[in-house]
């Protein structure tokens, strides 16, 4: 039997979810929820789900869920999770976890004394061409290393298709930079300190549209993350993520155009790497949309034989801490330490 599940928030990025979810294998979503009517009919009569409601509540008391998945935005995230949780339903929630990392704290706890599965929708380490990445580094030829520059530069308009994002006090580093974070973490491990500088070059917005952190990472290796909504660039590459990594013996690249190079003393290998072209999916966005896939396959296999999902509410906290050490670091100028 498929897993049952129920969508909140019905918006832009959710219909990348509702795709996904139709290819995933051993799950359904079975109802859909938005307190936007006219968005709500449009998922509901776009992909098959008849069982529509505009309240969550509603939604959890009326229909038999193995799963939510949260596709609101961030203020919304404590209140609909807790809920799911008083009610014993698990949860997968979309990134940012929450506005802050007290309120992803106290979502964690919740699902920890209900003993519930809780997963946060980070994809960027799902992608295949990060996951190749990770393969690479794990096949030993570069060593353990010693020094990463992650970076995602754009000039693409993000503002057009996420209005919310002009109105954010804290923009990049939240919005983007969480994921970059994230991967700095699955790539080279957990962080010791670090420290940022942000800057906004777009009129009319609110928040910080470029970042860039240097990260020293447990066990001494080297970390620079930079991302910018503010690049403007020929060719654009968005929305690739480009990565070059050195160790002791050799080097990764993660090139435009998922061009994957690896030196070592063995020789230079160079393979393409990109996604599966799904084919709901479209360039530019594809590489994104599979990783959706690839994320909400994970969450469905881990739910079926209860393994602990990646990443866990729980592990998201340590990436959450590290976009508020970014703040405090942009703000005063001074090195944060992170906790243990
Ligand atoms: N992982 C990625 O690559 C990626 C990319 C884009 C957006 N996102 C994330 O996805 C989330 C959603 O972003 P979006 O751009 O789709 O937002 P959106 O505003 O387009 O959609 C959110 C929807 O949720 C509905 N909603 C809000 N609160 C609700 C509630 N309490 N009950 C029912 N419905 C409610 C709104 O009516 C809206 O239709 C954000 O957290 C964003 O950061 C992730």
New binding site residues.
């Given amino acids: 039997m498929a897993l049952r599940g129920g969508l909140?928030?019905?918006?832009?990025?959710?219909q990348n979810h509702l795709h996904a979810w139709g290819d995933v294998d051993g799950a359904d979503i079975v109802a859909v929820?938005?307190?936007?009517d006219s968005?709500l009919k449009e998922a509901g009569d776009r992909f098959g789900i008849s069982e529509r409601f505009n309240d969550?509540e509603a939604m959890l008391a009326q229909t038999d869920l193995d799963f939510v998945d949260i596709?609101?935005?961030?203020e919304?995230h404590r209140a609909?999770a807790e809920l799911c949780a008083r009610l014993g339903v698990p949860v997968i929630c979309?990134?940012?976890f929450a506005p802050t990392i007290d309120e992803a704290r106290a979502i964690v706890s919740t699902f920890a004394e209900a003993r519930l599965p809780l997963m946060v929708?980070e994809?960027f380490r799902w992608q295949t061409p990060m996951l190749a990445v990770r393969a690479a580094l794990d096949s030993g030829r570069i060593g353990d290393p010693f020094f990463a520059r992650i970076s995602w530069r754009t000039g693409f308009d993000v503002f057009a298709?996420?209005p919310?994002l002009a109105e954010v006090e804290r923009l990049i580093i939240l919005?983007l930079g969480i994921h970059l974070l994230d991967v700095s973490r699955f790539l080279l491990g957990e962080v010791e300190s670090l420290v940022a500088q942000v800057s906004r070059t777009r009129q009319g917005i609110r928040g910080e549209d470029s970042a860039t952190m240097l990260l020293k990472h447990v066990g001494g290796a080297t970390s620079v993350v930079d991302c910018s909504y503010a690049a403007r660039r020929d060719p654009d590459y968005f929305p690739e993520t480009l990565i070059e990594i050195d160790g002791p013996t050799g080097s990764i690249r993660l090139d435009p155009a998922f061009k994957l190079t690896v030196h070592w003393p063995g020789g230079t290998e160079t393979t393409e790497v990109g996604p599966r072209l799904l084919d709901w999916a479209s360039p530019p966005w594809h590489m994104?949309q599979e990783s959706v896939f690839n994320t909400q396959q994970h969450w469905a296999d881990c739910l079926r034989n209860s393994e602990a999902p990646s990443p866990s509410g729980a592990d998201n906290l340590r990436t959450m801490a590290l976009v508020e050490a970014a703040y405090d670091s942009a703000r005063t100028g001074d090195v944060v330490r992170l906790a243990d």
């Fill in positions: 909140i928030g019905c918006g832009f990025f959710a929820c938005d307190r936007d968005r969550a596709a609101t935005t961030m919304t609909l979309q990134k940012p929708h994809n298709n996420q919310y919005d994104v």
